[in-house]
């Protein structure tokens, strides 16, 4: 079994930065991908962005250029950078792991907001 434990979230300005750490703990050690989805109220969960093992990346076009998603894998944590926060970007994140199957986090909210 695995688990996903995101921190970090929490209130910024606009403008501001946050950044979003995911721990995993449990039986898997090795992940193929890690990232980052997102959810708005009343909406479905939206990609973000993923960073693979290999450590290729991938970002949603409405973050290209201000977030940064980056793994430890000796800590088994994927992290996301946040900066020049907009008041659009407000919304629970949520991290996911890929193995032997997707394993996600619970989420965190983040609030952008003057």
């Known amino acids: 079994q695995v688990e996903l434990v995101e921190s970090g979230g929490g209130l910024v300005q606009p403008g501001g930065s946050l950044r979003l750490s995911c721990a995993a703990s449990?039986?898997?050690?090795?992940?193929?991908?890690m990232g980052w989805y997102r959810q708005f109220p009343g909406k479905e969960r939206e990609f973000v962005a993923f960073n693979t093992k290999d450590g290729s990346t991938s970002y949603a076009d409405d973050v290209k250029g201000r977030f940064t998603i980056s793994r430890d894998d000796a800590k088994r944590t994927v992290y996301l950078q946040m900066d020049m926060l907009e008041p659009e970007d407000t919304a629970v994140y949520s991290c996911?792991?890929?193995?032997?199957?997707?394993?996600w986090g619970q989420g965190t909210q983040v609030t952008v907001s003057s």
């Open positions: 996911y792991a890929g193995a032997d199957t997707i394993y």
């Open positions: 449990g039986s898997i050690f090795s992940f193929a991908v």
